[in-house]
Structure formats: structure tokens, C-alpha cells
């Protein structure tokens, strides 16, 4: 009964206004009431669940093929936010990330100021253990901490002579960026169904007590040589351009120029997500963009 009536709602003649947009995709008033619905219907299994299930009601995937719960957890609590919906108290034990600050450091710190950088190798964080490890090193020295990562992502340790020296991570990329989407070629609808083509490069981190010259270029080179298909192995499709947004404030975005990436000019910052809801401006963005392809536009546009 509830897919026949999301079939009902999301016929093309629906005249229902949009309330809300969200990631490209609109929230009408029969949307609210089937949101509703399942909110009642699945109340006690809490909100993950629910999130789950309106995904596979919607059909809402990401392209490889996997549901967008993460995505649909955030839109139920941007329409809580305006009162739209009412969710369920957070089951007892799920109150978001715990803290990191009690594992001890997966590595000894100790000075490493030279080593022969073709002996550097970058690898995919393979298992749980390794995963803890990474968030533990990347919450304690970025500046940015560890955040749970929604969607495609992919995770990198970078060793030399087997020591881990460098932290690397990839995200969905951004949905909004005048720069990038102007140097593509990008309008609205082409955009929003080639954007999982492109990645961010959402954090990289060199251990302090790490101190080489030119192994941040050499770490950058070696992931991006296998990040396609290392994409396309867990995701099902591959990758034509990279992107990372370089705080002005704090760096120069030295290692990206280093390493050929495209230079696009600074954002004005933006609104800057707090808990659930959204702080005030952050601070100005450098752009960059390093196509991994020949041919990464075509790609971008769906040309043949």
C-alpha cells in the first residue's frame, strides 16, 4: 500500500508546491504525508530505519548502487528542523560518534626527517582495526578532527618502509561550486547526474613528527594514479576529476600546486554545518581541480 502511494505522488502531473529541496530532490506536501507515515508506521525501529526504508521506497541510491540512507537521515532531520515532521526519540546507544580521545595512538611517534621517497606506498584502509586507526590519528592531528563520512568515501594510509606517515581521504564531492562547475561546463541537470564522477579530497594529513621533503607530492601522486579504480572497484563506476577546497586562511595549498593541480581561484566561504544545524560563513576556500583523464570533460558532460 505505501509504495502504491508513492507511486501516486510522484507522478509527473502532481501540482503539490515544493516545500523543500534537498540534494536535488524536491519534498511536496504528499511527500511530507508519506514521511509521515513511515515515521508512525516504524516509530520503535528508530530513525536509521526509517531513513533505510523511505530509501528503498524512493529508490534513492547512489550511483553504485547503494542507498542513500546517510543522505536520507540528514533530510529527515533538516525537515524536523522546520517542523515538517516529528521524529522518534534517538535509540538509547546511538547519540553519534563517541570520542576518540581514550584509544591510545595506533603509531609511536617518533622524528622521521629523511627516507627515500620511491620506497613511500599508499593502500586503501582495508579493515575495521585500520579504519579506528585512521580516525584516531586523523582526529587527533587534523585541524579538522575525524567526521563520519556519508556516501562514497574512501580511505588511504600512506607508509614508508612500512610506517605509516600520512592519512588520506576521499568524499562525494561538493554539490555547489560556481568555479568548478563553470571550468566543466557543468549547467544544473548535467551536474546533478554526472557529480558522482568527481571526488573531494576531504582530508590529508602528514604526521607531525614527519618531516621530508616532497613527500606530500609524492603521497598525492600515488593515491591519485589508483583512485579511479579504486572507485570503481568499491562503487561500480569510475572517476574523471578530483577537487579539494584549501582553507586560505591557514594554507597556501603549496603540495596541491606541486602537484599540477589546477589553481581556480578562491570561494567566498560559505555556511559552515554545526551539530544539526548551520553556523555563519567559514573561511574563504582556494579551489583547485586535477582531471584524472585525458578526456575527464567528456566524461563530466556524458559525451561519447
Request: charged letters at 25%; aromatic letters at 10%.
Amino acid at each position: 500500500m505505501i509504495y502504491a502511494m508513492l507511486q501516486i505522488m510522484e507522478t509527473p502531473a502532481s501540482t503539490d508546491p515544493v516545500l523543500y529541496s534537498f540534494r536535488n530532490r524536491k519534498i511536496r506536501p504528499s511527500d511530507i504525508a508519506f514521511i509521515k507515515e513511515m515515521i508512525e508506521r516504524h516509530r520503535v525501529q528508530g530513525r536509521s530505519q526509517i531513513a533505510r526504508l523511505l530509501c528503498e521506497a524512493w529508490d534513492w541510491r547512489q550511483p553504485g548502487g547503494r542507498l542513500r540512507d546517510m543522505a536520507c537521515r540528514d533530510l529527515l532531520l533538516r525537515l524536523e528542523e522546520r517542523n515538517f515532521v516529528q521524529l522518534p526519540p534517538r535509540l538509547k546507544g546511538r547519540c553519534g560518534p563517541k570520542s576518540l580521545d581514550h584509544y591510545p595512538l595506533p603509531v609511536t611517534p617518533r622524528p622521521i626527517e629523511d627516507g627515500s621517497l620511491s620506497k613511500v606506498e599508499v593502500t586503501p584502509v582495508a579493515s575495521r582495526a585500520e579504519r579506528l586507526a585512521w580516525r584516531i590519528l586523523v582526529d587527533r592531528f587534523h585541524y579538522l578532527g575525524s567526521r563520519v563520512i556519508p556516501g562514497e568515501h574512501r580511505l588511504y594510509f600512506a607508509r614508508l618502509g612500512g610506517e605509516i606517515v600520512g592519512c588520506i581521504s576521499w568524499s562525494a564531492a561538493a554539490l555547489h561550486c560556481p568555479l568548478r562547475d563553470a571550468y566543466i561546463g557543468w549547467d544544473f541537470e548535467t551536474r546533478r547526474h554526472r557529480l558522482h564522477f568527481t571526488a573531494n579530497n576531504q582530508r590529508f594529513l602528514i604526521l607531525p613528527w614527519v618531516k621530508i621533503k616532497g613527500l606530500g607530492s609524492r603521497i598525492l601522486g600515488l593515491n591519485l594514479r589508483r583512485l579511479s579504480a579504486d572507485w570503481k572497484a568499491a562503487y561500480g563506476h569510475p572517476l574523471a576529476l578530483a577537487e579539494t577546497f584549501v582553507d586560505v586562511s591557514r594554507f597556501a595549498g603549496t603540495v596541491y600546486r606541486a602537484s599540477n593541480w589546477k589553481y581556480m581561484g578562491t570561494n567566498s566561504g560559505g555556511r559552515r554545518k554545526k551539530g544539526h544545524t548551520y553556523a555563519a560563513q567559514s573561511a574563504p576556500k582556494a579551489v583547485f581541480l586535477y582531471p584524472l583523464h585525458r578526456r575527464f570533460r567528456e566524461t563530466l558532460l556524458g559525451v561519447t
